[in-house]
């Protein structure tokens, strides 16, 4: 479904630099409506928990509206990590996904940054495409990379990201690029490519998803994602702060 596809590049979404932390803790809040031909679709939420050495993160995506009377989409992670250098590291993945009647869920640990998937449920049969998660060792996973790319940020480092993720079974990268100016913010031109592990059918258009991320100020002296749109077969989808 087009809101599922366009979620998923952010989830995604090289480690990223942060903003400097807050000596005790910071609590980070985000809502997103996820609207499609110009109906509200979906929504999200990303909730983290910083301080000087530890993260927690926690996200959540599903349908609304009349989508959800056709089908009940539900996208649910978290993750739990250390703060290096100011850099986030991963130590646990979990992914709780439900699509009308299929569920899944999918658990990933980390050794010194290499993943190793310690549950998937139901069981997968491996397939040749698949990535060895322990070749993985400068990816982060889905949790981590979308907080990375929609954190706020000074404007002279707005546009200047890549962050390279490992769900389990593929590798894929986020890259945010090409700052214009926008108003008082920046429009910023994105793409989310699929690297490997994928089969030959989600590899149209060479596996790169089109997207732009439009930056505002948030009256704190930093720029915020106001929206992301996502370019698919199935037309535009618009992810919009509240």
Excluded at 22 to 36: F, G, K, L, W
Excluded at 218 to 236: C, F, H, I, P
Aim: hydrophobic content about 40%; aromatic content about 8%.
């Amino acid at each position: 479904m087009p809101m599922q596809i366009a979620f998923r590049p952010m989830l995604v979404a090289a480690l990223a630099l942060l903003p400097a932390l807050a000596s005790a803790q910071e609590r980070i809040s985000q809502r997103y409506d996820v609207v499609y031909l110009g109906i509200r679709a979906g929504e999200a939420a990303f909730e983290a928990l910083l301080t000087d050495t530890r993260y927690s993160l926690a996200g959540q995506l599903r349908s609304t509206g009349l989508l959800r009377a056709l089908v009940n989409v539900a996208y649910t992670v978290k993750a739990v990590g250390r703060v290096a250098n100011g850099r986030l590291v991963p130590e646990r993945y979990e992914e709780d996904e439900r699509y009308g009647k299929r569920v899944g869920e999918r658990v990933i640990e980390y050794s010194n940054g290499v993943p190793r998937v310690v549950r998937h449920d139901p069981p997968r049969k491996p397939q040749p495409t698949d990535v060895d998660p322990a070749t993985q060792g400068d990816a982060v996973d889905p949790a981590t990379a979308v907080f990375l790319a929609l954190r706020d940020v000074p404007r002279e480092e707005a546009c200047r990201f890549s962050v390279t993720l490992f769900d389990g079974v593929r590798r894929s990268r986020l890259v945010i690029v090409r700052p214009e100016p926008e108003g008082d913010g920046l429009r910023c031109t994105a793409q989310y490519q699929r690297l490997a592990g994928y089969r030959e059918w989600e590899l149209e258009n060479g596996g790169i998803t089109p997207m732009t991320f439009h930056y505002r100020p948030n009256g704190s002296g930093m720029l915020e994602v106001a929206e992301v749109r996502v370019s698919t077969s199935y037309g535009t989808v618009h992810v919009k702060r509240r």
